[in-house]
C-alpha cells in the first residue's frame, strides 16, 4: 500500500535552473507533509515542510507547494546548485498518527 | 546542534545472531522512531515509540524485532534471529512533538547479514 508516491525515480538539470520534484499521496488525512534529502550513507536530512492549511512554504532556494485537492505536492529549487545533488524524499503524516510516511525518492542531479 | 547518534555504523553478523542497534535521540524529544532502507529502496517505518512503549508498529516489525528505552538516553532495536532480508540501513529518528515538524535522523546503522 504505497500512499505516498514519487514517480520520478531520476531528474537531471542543469545548475542555475528550476528543479521540481514531485509527490502524490492517496491518504486524504494527512494534514502534514516534509521533503528530506539524503546522501548516501547518511541519514535524510530535513528541508521544508508544509501544513495541509497552506498551499506554499517558502524557505530560501526551496519551496513547496500543495495541492489538496489533487493530493500532490512539489519542491522547487531555485536556483539548482552542483550540492543540491542527492535523493530527496517526500514524507506525510496526519493527526491522530505517529508515523510519518516516506516516498520511494527522486534521485537529482544537477549537472555543471 | 544537537543530534541523533546511532551506533554501530556498520554491523556484519551471520544470519541468525541477534543483533542490537543503538541510539541516542536528541535529549528534550518524547517520540522515538526506527526506519529502515535496503538498498535503494525507499525509507520505511518499522515503529514508533512513545512513553516507555511500542504507538505503532509496521507489519515489518514482527516478533523478532523488539525496542527498548533501557535508562534516559538509550534507545534500541534488537532483532533475535537476523535473515539476509534484514540487510540494510536501519536509522533512529527523534521528534520532540509529533506531526508539528521535523523527524530528526540518526546518520544510519549498516546491518550486513550473511
Known amino acids: 500500500d504505497q500512499q505516498v508516491k514519487q514517480n520520478s525515480p531520476s531528474l537531471s538539470v542543469q545548475e542555475g535552473r528550476i528543479s521540481i520534484l514531485n509527490c502524490d499521496y492517496t491518504?486524504?488525512?494527512?494534514?502534514?507533509f516534509l521533503w528530506y534529502k539524503k546522501y548516501p550513507a547518511e541519514g535524510p536530512t530535513f528541508l521544508i515542510s508544509i501544513s495541509s492549511i497552506k498551499d506554499k512554504n517558502e524557505d530560501g532556494r526551496f519551496t513547496v507547494f500543495l495541492n489538496k485537492s489533487a493530493k500532490h505536492l512539489s519542491l522547487h529549487i531555485v536556483p539548482s546548485q552542483p550540492g543540491d545533488s542527492a535523493v530527496y524524499f517526500c514524507?506525510?503524516?496526519?493527526?491522530?498518527?505517529?508515523?510519518?510516511?516516506f516516498g520511494t525518492g527522486t534521485r537529482l542531479k544537477v549537472l555543471a | 546542534e544537537p543530534e541523533v547518534t546511532q551506533t554501530p555504523s556498520h554491523q556484519v553478523t551471520q544470519m541468525g545472531q541477534e543483533v542490537i542497534l543503538r541510539c541516542v535521540p536528541i535529549?528534550?524529544?518524547?517520540?522515538f522512531y526506527w526506519y529502515r532502507q535496503i538498498l535503494g529502496q525507499k525509507v520505511e517505518f518499522l515503529v514508533s515509540f512513545y512513553n516507555n512503549e511500542i504507538s505503532e508498529k509496521s507489519e515489518i516489525f514482527d516478533d523478532q524485532f523488539s525496542v527498548e528505552r533501557p535508562d534516559g538516553s538509550n534507545f534500541t532495536l534488537k532483532i533475535r534471529s537476523t535473515k539476509l532480508e534484514d540487510s540494510a540501513m536501519y536509522f533512529c529518528?527523534?521528534?520532540?512533538?509529533?506531526?508539528?515538524?521535523?523527524?530528526?535522523f540518526g546518520e544510519g546503522s549498516r546491518l550486513t547479514v550473511l
Open positions: 491518504n486524504s488525512m494527512f494534514d502534514y
Open positions: 535529549s528534550n524529544h518524547l517520540y
Open positions: 514524507a506525510a503524516a496526519y493527526s491522530g498518527t505517529y508515523k510519518y510516511i
Open positions: 529518528a527523534s521528534i520532540r512533538q509529533v506531526n508539528t515538524g521535523e523527524l530528526f
